[in-house]
């Protein structure tokens, strides 16, 4: 397992896929790196690749208005995503992108020891807890694996495709609270 510095060496010097080659930045996270709590999402978008952060476009902006609101700390969560580059044009990471990049989730994982993972969107859930899952199905449910509590929830761009999920992901994230509050107490 890497430190902090050398884990964050080691994603800027990365040229294991073609993202690699692509990126004008790393995206490596964001927050308290002792959270309780990590939120991952898919990969950087276009503001994420100029800004060298996570969840700082439009979708960044409404997780950001839904963690505020709720109210979360900012201490409670660190966030992260599947993939540490921008994938040409905003589209889904492919299979191979998402693997070559996933030893370093998990050394943010094994760094972080939160007891909370949230999966925001269907990318984050199928390369967390199941490639054939559909978010659809399990959203808003939780799992214990490896002694962390995850739950999959909407990825917060999907909100602002179709609004009619906002209460849905709202309600996912009142557990998400629940749960927080209940084990930042153990």
């Known amino acids: 397992m890497l430190n902090w510095e050398e884990l964050i060496k080691e994603c800027e010097e990365c040229k ?3 993202l690699g080659y692509t990126r004008k930045n790393v995206v490596v996270g964001r927050g308290n790196v002792n959270a309780p709590m990590m939120l991952v999402g898919e990969g950087p978008g276009q503001q994420e ?3 060298g952060l996570p969840f ?3 979708a960044g902006k409404l997780l950001d208005l839904l963690l505020d609101a709720m ?3 900012k201490d409670d969560y660190y966030i992260a ?3 540490k580059c921008r994938p040409p044009g905003n589209r889904v990471p492919m299979d191979e992108e998402a693997e070559r990049c996933l030893p370093f989730l998990r050394n943010q994982v094994a760094l972080i020891k939160p007891k909370i993972i949230v999966c925001m969107g269907a990318t984050a859930m199928k390369y967390i807890i199941d490639k054939n899952a559909k978010i659809t199905q399990i ?3 939780w799992l214990e ?3 962390y509590w995850i739950m999959p929830t909407f990825h917060p761009a999907a909100l602002l495709r179709d609004e009619s999920k906002k209460i849905l992901m709202w309600e996912d994230f009142k557990k998400v609270k629940a749960k927080l509050e209940e084990v930042v107490k153990e």
């Open 145 to 147: 694996r490896k002694g």
């Open 49 to 51: 690749d100029e800004q």
């Open 81 to 83: 995503n599947i993939v």
């Open 139 to 141: 959203r808003g449910q």
């Open 56 to 58: 700082v476009g439009a």
């Open 16 to 18: 294991k896929c073609d």
């Open 71 to 73: 109210p979360f700390k």
